[in-house]
């Protein structure tokens, strides 16, 4: 219903109040009582339902027999989500304190759809049935009621009580298509075919010149396999209204899932041409086109020519250069991208994801100076945000501009206490104190990349106590632990810590490959070459499944294998590392030799 019930229960409580009868004047116990429930009446008004609760809560407890503070009081219950009230026994001890008022008052129709609606939510569909047929009782013509009641029907599995509760909607508000639909999904689950069949075809027959009815009833026979009446039902769609984007897009849908891509792309070629979409819709279906053959590594040649359809038809719209250059970046041309974007931008200056989005093709593309210079051209049109600060701190550490990106981490920092310090030890707790779960760790990813850009600079010393701040504010950071272990074991550090916190990072994440590959290589280094062989190679084979593949993988697969005295596999792995990283040193002083060097 759109009604919002906690208005309806003011509105309700209120009028119940000055009704004559409503309440024995003379108590004192019903005064205090209504003082309370005026009070948390207003309360609620205010957005405070916290507050309102507590007043509910003590105008029932001065008199239970007062029904509406018994009411409000278990509405507001269910809606104050503290661990106490949350379970199962009191949710259904809160539905219990509003049952009071409307099995007193079973005409109050808002109250008692209120009521069901929360019933039905709880899981007492037949408390919520029961209040439904009431209602449909007293209100035989009261369609809203019909269709929540066929509806509780449906989740009590009485299917045939639902759609005649539908049928009846039906006689009194006449046929429609959504109601079509809900009865022929009845009928579906009833293994009715031939009863979701006829319904469509009522349909049809209820306004023979609308050519949506024939897509719905081509729809069905697609659900149960009938491709043949699918294709039938919608060709005549499409000789009824040629030019309707709806029936293209039907038309489409059915030759993708039988696999017809040419007839597809005609389809889709034709509805984007259509009238009937607006080009926010001819966007979002093309874009789930567009992923589609991304996802499937298909031939992008059917995509761009389609999106040439769009870009013909609105060369100037900034949604659709949007979609352009993610198209783009997505298939790795960056360099159009970025031009596809740059145009959005000269038309929508203000908008934030435009900028970043430039950004990010000028990262992937490797040009950082340029990503720090589209940051400040950005910065005198918008209130830049913390996504592109942290965007142009990664952009300064690549330009190895260090002290950039260290004034950039320390920003977003002081964002959340001036007083936190970069690298010196925090041990007061006044900083975690008045931070939630949220807050925690998003210090703990900034000081873990503040650590990441210390240790690109050389600065081994501030890498570690930023990783210890980091540590600080989130103490099982898998990404932290996993950073300070490798970075530990790559300058020769306290490897007995290093295994630990790697263990700890790869149990709270075991299918991550660079989890597994830091445990690996911090097994490698402690000499243990048997066991890091096993987790190496696992972190190879998930990274190929996931299509992520680095050199560094491979390389570390390689200097495993040798020091397990298999130099045909340790050649093969370093060759293999060598393709992805080709100006390594150390890797093609590795093949050349084929053998084994620190550095």
Same mark, same amino acid.
């Given at each position: 219903m759109k009604k919002n019930p906690v208005i309806i229960l003011l509105l309700l409580g209120v009028v119940a109040m000055v009704t004559a009868g409503a309440f024995a004047g003379n108590d004192e116990l019903r005064k205090k009582a209504r003082y309370y429930y005026l009070e948390g009446a207003r309360r609620q008004a205010e957005g405070n339902n916290i507050a309102a609760y507590e007043y509910f809560k003590k105008a029932y407890s001065l008199d239970p027999s007062y029904d509406e503070a018994a009411s409000a009081y278990g509405m507001t219950r269910l809606m104050v989500k503290t661990d106490t009230l949350q379970s199962e026994t009191e949710l259904l001890r809160s539905l219990e304190y509003m049952r009071q008022f409307v099995d007193k008052y079973p005409g109050d129709k808002n109250e008692s759809l209120s009521y069901a609606y929360v019933?039905?939510? *709880?899981?007492?569909?037949?408390?919520?049935?029961?209040?439904?047929?009431?209602?449909?009782?007293?209100?035989?013509t009261a369609d809203m009621t019909l269709l929540q009641l066929a509806e509780a029907y449906m989740a009590d599995h009485q299917g045939k009580k639902a759609i005649n509760a539908l049928d009846r909607y039906e006689n009194a508000q006449g046929k429609s298509p959504?109601? @079509? *639909?809900?009865?022929?999904?009845?009928? /579906?689950? *009833? =293994?009715?075919?031939? =009863?979701?069949?006829?319904?469509?075809?009522? /349909?049809?027959?209820?306004?023979?010149?609308?050519?949506?009815?024939?897509? *719905?009833? =081509?729809?069905?026979?697609?659900?149960?396999?009938?491709?043949?009446?699918? /294709?039938?039902?919608f060709h005549q769609a499409e000789e009824m209204n040629p030019g309707n984007g709806t029936v293209k897009m039907a038309l489409a849908n059915y030759y993708k899932n039988i696999g017809d891509s040419v007839e597809f792309d005609n389809k889709m070629y034709e509805a984007l041409l259509s009238e009937d979409f607006m080009l926010e819709e001819k966007v979002s279906f093309l874009e789930e086109y567009l992923q589609s053959l991304l996802n499937d590594k298909s031939d992008t040649g059917r995509g761009d020519h389609l999106f040439s359809v769009l870009m013909e038809q609105y060369p100037?719209?900034?949604?659709v250069l949007d979609l352009a250059a993610r198209y783009s970046g997505a298939k790795g041309d960056y360099k159009d991208a970025e031009e596809q974007i740059g145009y959005a931008i000269d038309l929508d200056p203000n908008n934030v994801s435009y900028w970043g989005q430039l950004m990010q093709y000028q990262l992937a593309d490797e040009r950082g100076a340029d990503a720090m210079k589209t940051y400040h051209r950005a910065a005198a049109h918008i209130e830049v945000p913390n996504g592109l600060k /942290?965007?142009?701190? @990664?952009?300064?550490?690549?330009?190895?501009?260090?002290?950039?990106?260290?004034?950039?981490?320390?920003e977003l920092i002081h964002e959340a206490n001036p007083d936190l310090p970069l690298t010196d030890s925090i041990s007061d707790t006044k900083f975690r104190g008045s931070l939630n779960f949220d807050g925690l760790t998003r210090l703990c990813s900034l000081y873990t990349m503040l650590g990441d850009m210390y240790y690109t600079a050389g600065e081994i010393d501030k890498t570690f106590k930023a990783y210890d701040n980091a540590l600080f504010f989130y103490a099982s950071s898998p990404l932290t632990l996993n950073n300070y272990a490798y970075f530990l074991t790559e300058t020769d550090g306290d490897l007995d810590k290093a295994i630990k916190m790697s263990k700890e990072a790869l149990d709270q994440d075991p299918e991550n490959e660079t989890y597994l590959?830091?445990?690996?290589?911090?097994?490698f280094k402690r000499k243990d070459y048997k066991e890091a062989l096993e987790y190496q190679k696992q972190a190879v084979e998930t990274a190929e499944l996931a299509g992520e593949p680095a050199a560094e993988y491979y390389h570390h697969l390689g200097d495993i294998y040798f020091m397990n005295h298999q130099p045909e596999e340790a050649l093969k792995n370093w060759e293999r590392a060598l393709e992805l990283e080709p100006e390594n040193e150390l890797l093609k002083k590795k093949v050349a030799h084929k053998t084994f060097f620190f550095k």
């Open positions: 019933a039905g939510r *709880l899981d007492t569909i037949s408390e919520a049935i029961r209040i439904y047929e009431r209602l449909d009782s007293i209100y035989p959504q109601v @079509s *639909l809900k009865k022929m999904s009845y009928m /579906l689950s *009833l =293994g009715d075919t031939t =009863g979701a069949v006829d319904e469509a075809t009522a /349909l049809i027959e209820y306004n023979p010149n609308e050519p949506t009815f024939r897509i *719905l009833k =081509g729809n069905l026979y697609e659900v149960i396999g009938n491709n043949d009446s699918t /294709l039938a039902y100037h719209e900034p949604v /942290l965007m142009y701190a @990664s952009a300064a550490t690549t330009e190895k501009n260090f002290e950039e990106a260290e004034k950039a981490y320390a590959d830091t445990y690996a290589w911090v097994l």
